[in-house]
Nanobody, 117 residues
């Protein structure tokens, strides 16, 4: 069992920035593909960004050029740098870990991001 703990959410004005962190309780973090998903009220959970164990990243079209996912294997942590935030980015953001090459998946508890003036 892997525990994922997100932090860094909060309230920010449009155009602002936040950095989310997700710390994983595993000694083999490097073999996990990591991702960030979000769920806004009344909407389905959607992929925001993910990064493979090898470091390949991909993004939802809605956040390309504004968000950056990165990982620090020494700290068992994945980050999501969010810039130029928009009100439509408001959601609960969830960290996700997939043990490659299996489909074994873990989720964090989520952190709220609110973009509002």
């Amino acid at each position: 069992q892997v525990q994922l703990v997100e932090s860094g959410g909060g309230l920010v004005q449009p155009g602002g920035s936040l950095r989310l962190s997700c710390a994983a309780s595993t000694s083999i973090f490097s073999i996990y593909g990591m991702g960030w998903y979000r769920q806004a009220p009344g909407k389905q959970r959607e992929l925001v960004a993910r990064i493979t164990s090898g470091g390949t990243a991909n993004y939802a079209d809605s956040v390309k050029g504004r968000f950056t996912i990165s990982r620090d294997n020494a700290k068992n942590t994945v980050y999501l740098q969010m810039n130029s935030l928009k009100p439509e980015d408001t959601a609960v953001y969830y960290c996700n870990a997939v043990r490659e090459p299996t489909t074994i998946t873990y989720w964090g508890q989520g952190t709220q991001v609110t973009v509002s003036s």
